[in-house]
Nanobody, 125 residues
Framework: QVQLVESGGGLVQAGGSLRLSCTASGRSFSSYGMGWFRQAPGKEREFVAGINWRGGSTYYADSAKGRFTISRDNAKNTVSLQMNSLKPEDTAVYYC??????????????????WGQGTQVTVSS
């Protein structure tokens, strides 16, 4: 069982920045593929960014490229999402996801994923 706890969400004006963090339980975090997803009201959950087990391979949704940066610190069991130049359309609940079975970037939902409880990001215009 993997437990994920997100933090860092909040209310920010358009053009501002937020840094989300996700802390994972377990001693094997360094072998997990990780990712961030988001879900806006009335919409399906969508991929935002993914990172492989060592942090050397990252993948971004087109909407995140150039504005968001995913990173991880295996010593601290954390994965982070630095979000800059935020837009109102970035408003959503952001979820951290972990895959114990596949060490590559998590880029789509699948049954093997573990999910956090989510953290709300609201961007005002």
């Amino acid at each position: 069982q993997v437990q994920l706890v997100e933090s860092g969400g909040g209310l920010v004006q358009a053009g501002g920045s937020l840094r989300l963090s996700c802390t994972a339980s377990g001693r094997s975090f360094s072998s997990y593929g990780m990712g961030w997803f988001r879900q806006a009201p009335g919409k399906e959950r969508e991929f935002v960014a993914g990172i492989n087990w060592r942090g050397g391979s990252t993948y971004y949704a087109d909407s995140a490229k150039g504005r968001f940066t995913i990173s991880r610190d295996n010593a601290k069991n954390t994965v982070s999402l630095q979000m800059n130049s935020l837009k109102p359309e970035d408003t959503a609940v952001y979820y951290c996801a972990a895959d114990r079975t596949i060490p590559g970037p998590v880029i789509r939902p699948r049954p093997s994923l573990y999910w956090g409880q989510g953290t709300q990001v609201t961007v005002s215009s």
